[in-house]
């Protein structure tokens, strides 16, 4: 990892940071309360990825018995293709390791290619299309790893 690259848990107060970084990801982005909603839940695995200290990435997670589904994952735009989803990836990868989790899913846009990219160079595999998935009527790409 990059030294002045640190991953840590999401906490309250990355709220503010991590929905500027949501909005500027997505076309459909999710509200402030929904994270906030994440991060009292149970069974999540709520990580940010913080450069010289300013929250550049973020990853939420939820996992019950063998299986883990990523939620959410972006990176701000300008510090992209840095490998950080990779870092944020591979603390999620541990954490499933070390807690007998044995799959890991999410739903991708089909249109968001670059992510499906990203994906699959982590070993995700297309698993099926689940049509009419987003609220705008688009289908998700639903991908696996076996941990
Ligand atoms: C998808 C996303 C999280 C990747 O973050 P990132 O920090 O840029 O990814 P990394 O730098 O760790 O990428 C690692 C590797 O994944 C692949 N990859 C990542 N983004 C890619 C892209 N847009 N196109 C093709 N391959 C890509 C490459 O192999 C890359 O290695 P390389 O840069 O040496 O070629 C980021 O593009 C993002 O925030 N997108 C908007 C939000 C989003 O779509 N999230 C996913 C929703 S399901």
């Not at 909005?23 to 839940?41: I, Q």
């Not at 160079?121 to 790409?141: C, K, N, Q, T």
Request: hydrophobic content about 45%; proline content about 3%.
């Amino acid at each position: 990892m990059r030294s002045d690259l640190a991953i840590a848990p999401a906490a309250g107060r990355d709220l503010d940071a991590i929905h500027r970084i949501e909005r500027d990801s997505f076309s459909v982005p999710w509200r402030r309360l929904f994270f906030e909603n994440e991060l009292a839940a149970e069974r999540r695995f709520n990580l940010v990825a913080k450069r010289s200290g300013v929250i550049v990435g973020y990853l939420f997670a939820m996992w019950i018995f063998d299986e883990m589904h990523v939620n959410k994952i972006a990176v701000a735009e300008c510090e992209r293709r840095q490998g950080i989803a990779d870092e944020l990836m591979a603390e999620c990868f541990a954490f499933a390791r070390a807690n007998e989790i044995r799959t890991i899913s999410l739903e991708v846009r089909k249109s968001n290619l670059g992510a499906q990219a990203f994906y699959r160079h982590l070993d995700f595999e297309s698993s099926y299309i689940r049509p009419r998935y987003y609220p705008d009527g688009e289908a998700a790409v639903v991908m696996t790893r076996v941990v």
